[in-house]
């Protein structure tokens, strides 16, 4: 391997570490998200889906860094964890929660995109044969991103209407 080579695949493996952490914390900040979501079972069946989505993503992640030799972060692991509990507390004693987090969520999706694509570029850059397990993560990205997309009128107009009703709207 030449220099270039070799600082491409020492980022590919710092990138990898850190989109476990991020899948980690995806999976928490749903997790708890999917509990408050009694009044909008639509958003509350895709996030389950979701949930199982990124934790096949965080093992094709663990699969791809042991091909490098390498494990993932469990200090970071443990910090985007916390962070995505913290997230999820944060919108939860707003009384537009439901719309908080549906804005949220489709900025950390578009996060989350970007991260795959970087994480492609690179895979293709030092000739890893990963890049097939990256592809199928950031088209489950894009997915959900998609579905989010699609519903945010609806989930926005469902929140004005129980509003207006006297209803807990938020969750």
Do not use: C
């Not at 899948?23 to 639509?42: D, K, S, T």
């Not at 860094?65 to 919108?91: P, Q, W």
């Not at 570029?121 to 993560?137: F, M, N, V, W």
């Not at 990205?141 to 989930?155: F, G, K, L, S």
């Amino acid at each position: 391997m030449n220099a270039m080579t070799d600082k491409a695949r020492d980022i590919f493996i710092v990138g990898l570490r850190n989109q476990h952490a991020v899948e980690n914390q995806a999976i928490e900040l749903l997790e708890r998200q999917v509990g408050r979501l009694e009044n909008y079972p639509e958003m509350r069946d895709r996030m389950r889906t979701h949930i199982e989505e990124s934790r096949q993503q965080a093992q094709r992640i663990e699969e791809l860094l042991a091909s490098l030799a390498t494990t993932y972060s469990t200090m970071k692991d443990m910090a985007m964890s916390l962070t995505g509990n913290l997230m999820a507390l944060g919108h939860s004693t707003a009384p537009d929660e439901v719309v908080k987090n549906t804005l949220a969520n489709y900025a950390f999706e578009h996060y989350e995109i970007a991260a795959y694509k970087s994480l492609i570029t690179l895979a293709e850059a030092i000739g890893h044969s990963g890049k097939s397990q990256l592809d199928i993560s950031l088209r489950e990205e894009q997915r959900m991103a998609e579905w989010i997309d699609q519903h945010i009128a609806a989930t926005t107009q469902r929140y004005v209407e129980r509003t207006a009703a006297g209803q807990t709207a938020g969750v």
